[in-house]
């Protein structure tokens, strides 16, 4: 069975601190996708990264990094220097479909909540 | 940019109507889907919809629910008969193939 656990309910940082969330999958299938969103508090997922399972090279988009280990079933998430904007809950998903033509069914975590304080 | 709308933002209805949520997916896209996230949980996976016809669904999409893409722009999820536990963030998105792009969502209440 595919499974995504964030054990961290909630993080609170200060502005400027980089915080690092952190997401264990489940799953059997050897061909499979990882993602991160962002849930602002206006409701809105927003998508932020994809990364399949035979590309575990880091990756890095302005303040935002992804380390993705097979190794450790982990796929976790950093905000560098993080701002009052960065203030979210962030939800990482695992595309569970059986269908191989298509990544939209997905198994989201509990997500954590990101309280960023100036 | 193209975006999944959704309408309306927010509806109130009574236990045991019928509620229409409305989908406008990104225009190019094949695949559709609903996802539920009850206020405080995290989002839940219900149906997805491929060449006009359901192509998985969840144990929580049963009878009382029902998708149907009635033209070639609007996705629909109709529950007949509203439950109180019903009350939650309806959420429709939208993929080429690759990751599904989200609408704003439709937060359902029903009282």
Redesign the interface.
Known sequence: AQKVTQAQTEISVVEKEDVTLDCVYETRDTTYYLFWYKQPPSGELVFLIRRNSFDEQNEISGRYSWNFQKSTSSFNFTITASQVVDSAVYFCALSVTTKTDSWGKLQFGAGTQVVVTP | EPEVTQTPSHQVTQMGQEVILRCVPISNHL?F?W?RQILG?????LV?F?NNEI??KSEIFDDQFSVERPDGSNFTLKIRSTKLEDSA?Y?C???E?????????T?LTVV
Not at chain 2, 41 to 45: A, D, G, L
Not at chain 2, 97 to 105: D, I, N, P, W
């Open positions: 695949y889907y996802y949980q995290k989002v839940e996976f997805s491929y192509s998985e963030m959420f998105a939208s993929s193939g690759g990751e599904a792009f989200f609408g704003q969502g937060r």
